[in-house]
């Protein structure tokens, strides 16, 4: 766990939440994306919340409609109105949440200068990066829920998963920065071998 301590540390980003034209929700597994964009929308912060996402092998069970469809249904349970949410459901892939939400915007003329990126916590620094690298003109703070590691492992009830997806997402930090779908990202050496002691430990069903 102080391995997987480090990992998570090193994917929170901690920007300050300021205003923006729009919200981008990250589909995942974890519905306190669309809780944690509701939340903000109510607090002002943005008037339209683009939810984007359709399955994943990781996400088909838990929502079989597909991840921005259950998104935006959770928002409007909390409050969100329909006019203040779009969905996108073609996206597999974060660089997809974002060519796709773009198409979206560009087609109903709607051309945001700023964005909320909305995504599970430990998704957010290759959230950032990716869309620096897909969308460079548009100006992105990021933002998900504050919990501890402790505490997402609760909320999710699988820490098993929970490590396994962490591993994953470290990983793809370097990967997908080479094969280039995201910016490249400074990763320390103590972040370096806390992921090789967590993959020797067998934390890589999620690796690419």
Avoid: C
């Avoid at 990992?7 to 300050?16: F, M, N, R, V």
């Avoid at 370097?174 to 990202?185: I, S």
């Avoid at 103590?190 to 890589?204: F, H, I, M, N, P």
């Amino acid at each position: 766990m102080e391995d997987a301590q480090v990992l998570w540390d090193y994917h929170q980003l901690h920007h300050e939440p300021r205003d923006t034209d729009i919200a981008i929700g990250l589909g995942s597994h974890d519905i306190g994306v669309a809780e944690h964009a509701a939340e903000l929308w109510h607090e002002g912060r943005f008037p339209l919340i683009v939810f984007s996402g359709a399955n994943a092998p990781t996400t088909v069970g838990v929502f079989p409609r597909g991840e921005a469809v259950h998104y935006t249904a959770r928002a409007r349970e909390l409050g969100v109105p329909d006019d203040a949410i779009l969905t996108e459901t073609r996206a597999t892939n974060t660089g997809e949440n974002f060519t796709f939400t773009r198409e979206l915007l560009d087609r109903l003329e709607v051309r945001p200068a700023s964005a909320t990126i909305i995504s599970r916590p430990y998704q957010q620094r290759r959230a950032i990066a990716t869309s620096r690298k897909v969308w460079p003109s548009l100006d992105v703070v990021g933002s998900a829920r504050a919990q501890s590691l402790e505490e997402y492992i609760s909320s999710v009830g699988d820490e098993e998963r929970v490590l396994n997806m962490l591993v994953g997402d470290t990983q793809r930090i370097w990967v997908y920065a080479e094969a280039g779908f995201a910016e490249r990202q400074h990763v320390s050496q103590s972040v370096l071998e806390a992921y090789r002691r967590l993959v020797d430990r067998g934390y890589k069903s999620r690796l690419v």
